[in-house]
């Protein structure tokens, strides 16, 4: 007994000699916000994914910042670039902020800059998209920057928004795997710590150039079970939570100390159909029946989206007939969602010679999107009562990229785009530019969409510096892709934020969700 | 002795490359790391750069024949998704797993074992039956349902314990530990709960239809006549043979919930391993599925032998030859 006394006590003294305790933080002059997964890194040029973006926000700066209302509209701020001139169609000149220091203390300059456009360009993991129209970046001088585009770019600025910038010097003295462990930015927020699938920790930079952050540390929790998520916000552990599942909105709204505020997300959710080619693999008997517009027309009349958001959403999507959402370039106005029409749409089947209907292969996902399988078999029960028989072929989620990808084996798929980048340009090159004809174009082209009149508008929309002829290209395009029923828009999401009471904090429909520095805590 | 050691130690190195192959042979049908990783309207040019930079440009055959060569230099590769080395990931997550899973077990085995003997002793009581239909009540409950409810009532509804998460930790020797810290220990109590009602329900009806078995037996109505004590006749002679098939079953589970308590590490958001393996799937992270799968096949062989060993210092019959 007294052996085994000796030990414990020998292992107790082990144990506190390598113990560090950590400092607790005061829980009053913290916001804690509950997200749904965790950073996949904190390299802010390396990634586009949603969970380290809400790191990069916070610890870096743009070079401009958007600036939300409540509607979620945006304007565009200066940020580390204080002004930004065009002096020819593809040739920018960008003014810097000076006398603004990096957390470690360098200053920061144009170099930084064109280290920052470069690292993003050398990214094999997804942080390339950012600055996929910038050719190059030149320093003419400490706070000048010369920005070349590939092409005339009308919308550089949009992208100098989602544009983050890190120090060179530290990248220098650290190197790769330095900057993955601490990174260094200019951003109104320190990063403390990161502990995987645990908690991200963010202090607040008291030197920081602008305005001073209220909120004195900013920790962010992957709760990814969506019950927890919200139980951790109704016991007052969180503050803040990203989509409150539909069933607990009225539970969360009804809290005392909880409200939600719910705004139109950036994602349409839409079904893409193959238009285009004379044999489609989802249909067996012959000539592809959507190759004839009426047959399209009902198809997307047969679609009774309002009762669809009611039953499966509980009211919380918004109908839509186009992809770009409202506010974002390529949006028009006058385009509503296709009318709920059944006697119509069996009436064009019957003139397209489909009296009995027909039977095609419809690729879904499974768990991709939020209630994708229970949207898709809705729609299906739509479709079938008016003779179209969609075969639901579910597919895995990690698996669904992959298989619809090729555009060879998919009919038709279940699909999302996001606009909130605030322009559908780049969506609508990828998606329904013609295949294999420009390089970069038409990659995502999964249906083999083609029309040159829809080619020749993206080209111009591309080709120009002037933000108006753009917009008004892409609007053509949005009415061209409509009349052609060449896509089937069904609804807009809705994205629901749980928060505590006495939080101010404005939603943003965008990839960077969180810039903890606009919030206060009362 | 040594000999049987050197045997299990070359069948656990036969197990391992055998499922490590099958590994591979499986995630090179899960989807396509690249376009999972990109966003989905990365480039041909983005997701053909992010395939080389990951060693997916080249065919499944050079790609295995490379996994063998760093394998035998102890590298199982990066991560795809955080570009850190997969067995990294996995220890870094390993002491919050071990800890409600040690805490767990020790609770089931604390209430299972007595009351499994008391239950094989008195078969026909009220109380007998009463415990055992709850453990069966406790066998059919799924997890994820019991852990949202030990949440709700326990957080939500009373607030006297923590919904997720691990709390104030305390670093020992670079392990972030909960159990050393009172807050770390209050959110260690619900997942721990939710862990062992299963275990605790499986083993109590091991041990009661082992006690039942060899009850019966003449050596334990020879210890009777004897004039042994009940109280030592039931838990020195009966349940030392009864504990056999107990201890098989605590092991493996034991093993089982090290790397597959995913469904109890998602409800209370506790940074496990389980989750590491659940996440890496859906997005094809592939080195760290085959070092995952690689360590779990290694876990079992390992406790195998230990249960084996185990037998011995219970029943002495039992030869390790």
């Given at each position: 007994m007294k052996r085994i006394f000796i030990l414990m006590l020998a292992v107790a003294m082990l144990v506190f000699c390598g113990a560090s305790a950590m400092a607790a933080p005061t829980r009053a002059e913290t916001l804690v916000i509950g997200t749904t997964g965790d950073a996949t890194t904190i390299d802010p040029h390396a990634s586009n994914s949603m969970w380290s973006n809400n790191i990069t926000i916070n610890v870096f700066d743009p070079l401009v910042r958007k600036v939300f209302d409540k509607e979620g509209k945006f304007t565009l701020v200066p940020s580390l670039a204080t002004k930004w001139e065009q002096k020819s169609d593809t040739i920018w000149i960008l003014t810097l902020r000076e006398g603004v220091k990096f957390h470690n203390g360098d200053p920061f300059t144009a170099d930084d800059v064109v280290f920052s456009i470069k690292r993003y360009k050398d990214s094999t993991t997804g942080g390339a998209g950012f600055v996929q129209p910038i050719a190059s970046a030149l320093a003419?001088?400490?706070?000048?920057?010369?920005?070349?585009?590939?092409?005339?770019?009308?919308?550089?600025?949009?992208?100098?928004?989602?544009?983050?910038?890190?120090?060179?010097?530290?990248?220098?003295?650290?190197?790769?795997?330095?900057?993955?462990?601490?990174?260094?930015?200019?951003?109104?927020?320190?990063?403390?710590?990161?502990?995987?699938?645990?908690?991200?920790?963010?202090?607040?930079?008291?030197?920081?150039?602008?305005?001073?952050?209220?909120?004195?540390?900013?920790?962010?929790?992957?709760?990814?079970?969506?019950?927890?998520r919200v139980a951790a916000l109704l016991s007052g552990e969180v503050d803040l939570i990203y989509n409150v599942p539909v069933r607990d909105i009225d539970r969360v709204a009804r809290g005392a100390n909880t409200e939600v505020k719910a705004i139109p997300g950036p994602d349409v959710m839409h079904i893409n159909i193959d238009v285009t080619r004379q044999k489609t693999p989802g249909y067996k008997n012959g000539k592809n029946p959507f190759l004839d517009p009426r047959v399209r027309e009902a198809f997307a009349i047969a679609i009774d989206r309002d009762s669809i958001i009611r039953n499966v959403y509980g009211g919380h999507a918004y109908p839509t007939g186009q992809l770009p959402i409202p506010g974002a370039y390529g949006y028009v106005e006058s385009i509503k969602p296709y009318p709920y029409n059944p006697e119509k749409a069996r009436q064009l089947l019957k003139e397209a010679g489909y009296p009995n209907g027909f039977e095609f292969v419809w690729d879904v996902p499974q768990q991709r999107y939020f209630n994708d399988g229970p949207c898709s078999q809705a729609i299906a029960g739509f479709l079938a009562k008016v003779g179209i028989k969609a075969k639901l072929n579910m597919i895995p989620s990690n698996q669904y990229l992959s298989y619809i990808n090729p555009g060879d084996k998919t009919t038709a798929f279940y699909g999302a785009s996001g606009t909130g980048k605030g322009d559908i340009g780049y969506w609508y090159n990828r998606m329904f530019y013609t295949r294999d004809k420009k390089e970069g174009a038409g990659g995502s082209n999964r249906t083999h969409y083609s029309n040159p009149t829809v080619d020749k508008l993206l080209d111009e929309a591309d080709s120009t510096a002037d933000v108006k002829v753009r917009k008004a290209k892409l609007e053509e395009v949005t009415k061209i892709l409509y009349q052609d029923y060449a896509i089937i828009p069904i609804y807009q999401y809705e994205e629901p934020y749980g928060l505590v009471k006495g939080l101010d904090f404005t939603p943003r429909v965008d990839a960077f969700i969180f810039d903890v520095n606009t919030m206060q805590k009362k | 002795m040594l000999f049987y050691v050197i045997k299990r130690f070359v069948q656990m190195i036969i197990v391992i490359a055998i499922v490590a192959t099958i590994v591979f042979i499986f995630v090179n049908m899960l989807g396509d790391p690249a376009v999972l990783l990109l966003p989905p309207e990365a480039s041909p040019e983005e997701l053909a750069k992010a395939r080389a930079a990951m060693g997916l440009d080249s065919s499944p055959w050079e790609q295995y024949k490379l996994f063998v060569v760093n394998v035998l230099h102890g590298d199982l590769?990066?991560?795809?998704?955080?570009?850190?080395?997969?067995?990294?990931?996995?220890?870094?997550?390993?002491?919050?797993?071990?800890?409600?899973?040690?805490?767990?077990?020790?609770?089931?085995?604390?209430?299972?074992?007595?009351?499994?003997?008391?239950?094989?002793?008195?078969?026909?009581?009220?109380?007998?039956?009463?415990?055992?239909?709850?453990?069966?009540?406790?066998?059919?409950?799924?997890?994820?349902?019991?852990?949202?409810?030990?949440?709700?009532?326990?957080?939500?509804?009373?607030?006297?314990?923590?919904?997720?998460?691990?709390?104030?930790?305390?670093?020992?020797?670079?392990?972030?530990?909960?159990?050393?810290?009172?807050?770390?220990?209050?959110?260690?109590?619900?997942?721990?709960?939710?862990?062992?009602?299963?275990?605790?329900?499986?083993?109590?009806?091991?041990?009661?239809?082992g006690m039942m078995e060899v009850l019966r037996q003449d050596y334990i109505k020879f210890a009777k006549a004897k004039g042994v004590s009940p109280h030592d006749v039931l838990y020195g002679h009966a349940l030392k043979n009864a504990l056999i098939p107990v201890i098989t079953v605590y092991g493996l589970e034991f093993g089982g919930l090290v790397v597959f308590a995913t469904i109890t590490e998602t409800i209370f958001a506790w940074p496990g391993m389980g989750k590491l393996l659940i996440d890496s799937i859906n997005i094809s992270d592939r080195p760290v599925i085959i070092a995952y799968l690689m360590l779990a096949s290694m876990l079992f062989v390992v406790i195998n032998f230990i249960v084996d060993i185990l037998y011995t210092v219970v029943d002495p019959r039992i030869d390790l030859r």
């Open positions: 003419l001088d400490t706070y000048k920057v010369q920005i070349r585009t590939h092409a005339p770019y009308a919308i550089l600025v949009l992208d100098m928004a989602d544009i983050y910038i890190s120090s060179k010097k530290h990248f220098e003295k650290v190197g790769e795997e330095g900057v993955l462990k601490q990174p260094v930015g200019t951003g109104p927020y320190k990063f403390v710590e990161w502990i995987k699938e645990d908690h991200i920790t963010l202090d607040a930079n008291d030197k920081y150039w602008g305005t001073k952050p209220n909120i004195k540390r900013a920790i962010m929790r992957p709760l990814k079970n969506d019950a927890t | 590769g990066n991560s795809f998704v955080f570009r850190e080395p997969a067995m990294k990931l996995i220890f870094e997550r390993m002491p919050a797993t071990l800890e409600i899973v040690v805490l767990a077990m020790f609770i089931a085995a604390l209430i299972a074992i007595p009351l499994g003997v008391y239950v094989g002793a008195h078969p026909n009581t009220f109380v007998s039956r009463s415990i055992l239909s709850l453990s069966l009540l406790c066998i059919s409950m799924p997890t994820f349902w019991f852990g949202i409810v030990l949440i709700l009532v326990f957080s939500v509804q009373l607030g006297w314990l923590p919904s997720s998460g691990r709390g104030e930790v305390i670093i020992v020797w670079g392990m972030r530990l909960s159990f050393l810290t009172w807050d770390g220990i209050k959110h260690l109590i619900l997942p721990a709960i939710t862990l062992a009602v299963q275990q605790l329900a499986t083993q109590l009806r091991l041990t009661r239809a």
